[in-house]
Structure formats: structure tokens, C-alpha cells
């Protein structure tokens, strides 16, 4: 009985673990693609997943993904809720310091470049929830590349 016991709980542990592993893949691919349709973007596919559309290539300089940016952006969901967002002013960081989302997308766009960035949870934040995005989501971005320092 106690060993009965002990296996119900195990059980009960390795599957409440297994949701905590969820592959997004499909869902996020769906949603994204979806997305896409609905708001008849001209988006690109990466290697990584990652979906892009460039508004405006920009002229500048071109950041590669260790460089130091200057980036205006609004971040949301696929169903348009804000979840952050700059002033128009922007923000500074390394392309090392930001979801793997950012430090390929924002290597697609020159200074003064502008388009949008459609990242995949596993670009993003995974399956954790952090702050106000739940885990598995889909982040969309618009952006600026002000500038690359």
C-alpha cells in the first residue's frame, strides 16, 4: 500500500512536470502564421523561426548581435494587448542582454531602420512566465533602430 501510495504521487509529479515542458512549436507557429494572414504582412521566415517584416531597411550603420543599440519599440500580443513599451526616445542595451528574438531581429534593420519583429516563445521567454507574459507566448514587436554604437 505504501508503495502503491508512492507511485500515484511520482506519477502525479512527473506529469505536472511534463506540462511545465510544453513545446509551443506548432501553437506558436499557427499563431504567427495566422497573425501573418490577418494582418497581410509581408513577413520573412529565419532559420531560427523568427518572423520579420522591414518596414524601412535604414541607411546607417548595421549592429551585429554583440553590438550596443538604441531601440524604440512597443511590444504586445497577437491580440494586441501592450505588455511594454519606450518612449520615442528609445532604450540602450546590448544585443547579449535581450531575448534571443532581439539580438537576431534587430540585426535585420540599419540605423533609422523600422519593421516589425514576430517571436516565437522559444526566441522570447519560453515556457516561464515572466512579469505580465505567460510562458509559450507569442511576442510581437515594432521597432526603431535608432542607433548602433
Do not use: H
Request: proline share 2%.
Amino acid at each position: 500500500m505504501k508503495y502503491a501510495l508512492i507511485a500515484v504521487v511520482f506519477s502525479l509529479f512527473i506529469s505536472c512536470s511534463k506540462d511545465k515542458e510544453e513545446d509551443f512549436t506548432a501553437r506558436n507557429e499557427k499563431e504567427i502564421t495566422d497573425y501573418i494572414a490577418k494582418n497581410n504582412l509581408n513577413a520573412q521566415k529565419s532559420a531560427s523561426g523568427l518572423y520579420y517584416v522591414v518596414n524601412e531597411k535604414g541607411s546607417g550603420a548595421q549592429p551585429t548581435t554583440t553590438s550596443d543599440v538604441r531601440v524604440a519599440y512597443k511590444g504586445y500580443f497577437t491580440n494586441g494587448n501592450v505588455f511594454d513599451q519606450s518612449g520615442a526616445d528609445g532604450i540602450t542595451f546590448n544585443l547579449q542582454q535581450v531575448i534571443q528574438g532581439w539580438t537576431e531581429g534587430i540585426t535585420c534593420f540599419k540605423e533609422g531602420g523600422n519593421g516589425i519583429l514576430l517571436v516565437p516563445s522559444n526566441l522570447g521567454y519560453g515556457n516561464s512566465d515572466r512579469n505580465r507574459i505567460p510562458g509559450g507566448s507569442v511576442l510581437i514587436f515594432e521597432i526603431k533602430l535608432i542607433s548602433v554604437k
